[in-house]
């Protein structure tokens, strides 16, 4: 937390532990069906292809991008499905109050045009709108995650 990274082997045991607990489900009595683990095999597979295109695109770190997937494993597809939505909203929630609070949301409004047309002509990260630029609105995406993962499981 303090280097503000996350460590690959941590998202890597985590998605195999997340296989095994949905293998558990699926087929120790009384088992819900192989359904249940290809459902979380199909989440953590869109979350590594979703989070790899956000990494390519300069929006995420790559240890986010990692996270997305093993929370899919972890989650199943519709638990993570809600929980990558809750994660969004609350990410643009957070990315637009730090705007108003530094009086930037001119600045991030006009970036975000230009953002969009840049990944709309360009089809890659933009050289100066990305999260290695230090002076860039950011905020970690992996509090946006916990927020959603724990708004989904508490309301469940």
């Known amino acids: 937390m303090w280097k503000r990274t ?12 997340g296989l095994l607990y949905q293998g558990a489900i699926a087929f120790l009595p009384p088992g819900l069906g192989a359904g249940i683990l290809l459902a979380s095999l199909a989440a953590g597979v869109a979350g590594l292809l979703v989070g790899l295109l956000l990494f390519s695109l300069g929006a995420l770190g790559g240890g986010d991008a990692k ?8 989650l199943g597809w519709s638990l993570w499905v809600r929980s990558m939505t809750i994660a969004i909203l609350c990410a643009g929630a957070i990315g637009l109050l730090r705007a108003v609070i ?25 050289p100066m709108l990305n999260i290695q630029n230090s002076s860039a609105i950011r905020s970690p995406f992996a509090v946006a995650l ?10 469940g």
């Open 6 to 17: 996350i460590p690959r082997s941590l998202t890597i045991l985590a998605a195999i532990l």
């Open 67 to 74: 996270l997305i997937s093993a929370l899919g494993f972890i």
């Open 102 to 126: 530094s009086g930037r949301l001119l600045e991030l409004l006009r970036n975000m045009r230009e953002l969009a047309g840049w990944i709309h002509r360009e089809r890659r990260a933009h």
């Open 146 to 155: 916990a927020i959603g993962v724990l708004w989904v499981l508490w309301a």
